[in-house]
Nanobody, 124 residues
Framework: QVHLVESGGGLVQAGGSLRLSCAASGRTFSSYVMGWFRQAPGKERELVAAISGSGGSTFYAESVKGRFTISRDNAKNTVYLQMNSLKPEDTALYYC?????????????????WGQGTQVTVSS
């Protein structure tokens, strides 16, 4: 069982930055792919970025490439999402998810564990 807790969300003006953190329980954190998803009202949950257990492989949605950076610190059991140049369309509830397979899953169905989410609101 993996317990995930997100933090770092908030209200920011367009063009601003936020850094989200997701702290995970357990002693095998480096065995898990970690992903950041977001879900806006009335929309499906979509993958924003993901990172392999070692940190050597990453995935980004086209809409955030060049603006968002995912990273992880396996010594601290934590994954981060640095979000720069934020846009109003980035407004959503952001979730951290994890799964054990080696290959990065790019849909929500591939993830086993979820946090409760942290709200990100970008004003224009």
């Amino acid at each position: 069982q993996v317990h995930l807790v997100e933090s770092g969300g908030g209200l920011v003006q367009a063009g601003g930055s936020l850094r989200l953190s997701c702290a995970a329980s357990g002693r095998t954190f480096s065995s898990y792919v970690m992903g950041w998803f977001r879900q806006a009202p009335g929309k499906e949950r979509e993958l924003v970025a993901a990172i392999s257990g070692s940190g050597g492989s990453t995935f980004y949605a086209e809409s955030v490439k060049g603006r968002f950076t995912i990273s992880r610190d396996n010594a601290k059991n934590t994954v981060y999402l640095q979000m720069n140049s934020l846009k109003p369309e980035d407004t959503a509830l952001y979730y951290c998810g994890s799964h054990r397979n080696t290959l990065i899953a790019i849909t929500a169905k591939g993830y086993e564990y979820w946090g409760q989410g942290t709200q990100v609101t970008v004003s224009s």
